[in-house]
């Protein structure tokens, strides 16, 4: 592996080369599989036994580098705000932490969301420590960057439900919650310090409060966001059961 091939996939740790060149770095073997088997275009891949260990070191953004490593090509455009007429979707209000968004992706994946929105100002999708929270899951969820009060606004005028958190919402488990299977149902999940942007939260029909255990003594001041959003998804899937 030459010295201008390192520095070139070095350089994808940063932004403004993913998207100058359209490719990000993926780590590991499951990641590897994954993106193998997905409708993504993978353009190399780097096994550590070929290349050697000195070399897998250097172009690894992991602590301990991984056997395999591969450059995968990024969707053209994956921004929209075409909301289908039923589902459920998640829309995302300013996510900033890579992990959180990792997780929420894993947690899209296994309660099967029909996509998940998400604003401008959320962390990147391709950063490395969000492919890597993934754990394969963007490579299956639809994701879309899109104006988040305009999509929620377009929920509601094709006769469908906004939800969001906050402190003076009503109890959730208790509350009657539609599921997305006739009109679009959109939950939208706030920003980690901030919770939900006033914009957004102007398109929100329906507010809902996770009550803490016991009620009105809660430990925390609030929920991580991406702890918040299982909670919350997985209520919403129970009353389908």
């Known amino acids: 592996m030459t010295a201008a091939e390192i520095k070139y996939v070095k350089s994808l740790s940063q932004k403004k080369f993913r998207d100058s060149e359209g490719l990000f770095v993926v780590e590991g073997e499951k990641l590897v599989q994954e993106a193998l088997a997905s409708r993504f275009g993978v353009e190399k891949v780097y096994h550590r036994e070929e290349i050697g260990e000195s070399a897998m070191e250097r172009i690894s953004s992991l602590a301990s580098p991984s056997p395999v490593l591969a450059l995968v090509k990024k969707p053209l455009d994956i921004s929209s705000s075409t909301l289908p007429d039923k589902g459920l979707f998640l829309a995302l209000d300013g996510i900033r932490d890579p992990g959180n968004l990792g997780t ?24 490395p420590k969000v492919v890597q929270a993934t754990m394969g899951a963007i490579f299956r969820v639809k994701f ?96 389908e059961l």
């Open 104 to 127: 929420i992706l894993r947690v899209a994946d296994w309660f099967g969301i029909d996509a998940v929105y998400a604003s401008d100002d959320t962390v990147e999708l391709f950063n």
């Open 144 to 239: 879309h960057y899109c104006n988040v009060p305009e999509l929620c606004s377009s929920a509601l005028k094709s006769g469908g439900k906004v939800y969001g958190t906050f402190l003076d919402g009503d109890n959730f488990y208790s509350k009657e919650l539609s599921c997305g299977t006739e009109a679009p149902a959109v939950i939208v999940i706030g920003n980690e310090a901030n919770g939900i942007s006033a914009p957004t939260a102007a398109c929100v029909s329906d507010r809902l409060y996770i009550p803490p255990y016991p009620a009105g003594d809660p430990g925390s001041e609030s929920l991580n966001a991406a702890i918040a959003t299982a909670i919350t998804v997985a209520e919403f899937r129970r009353r």
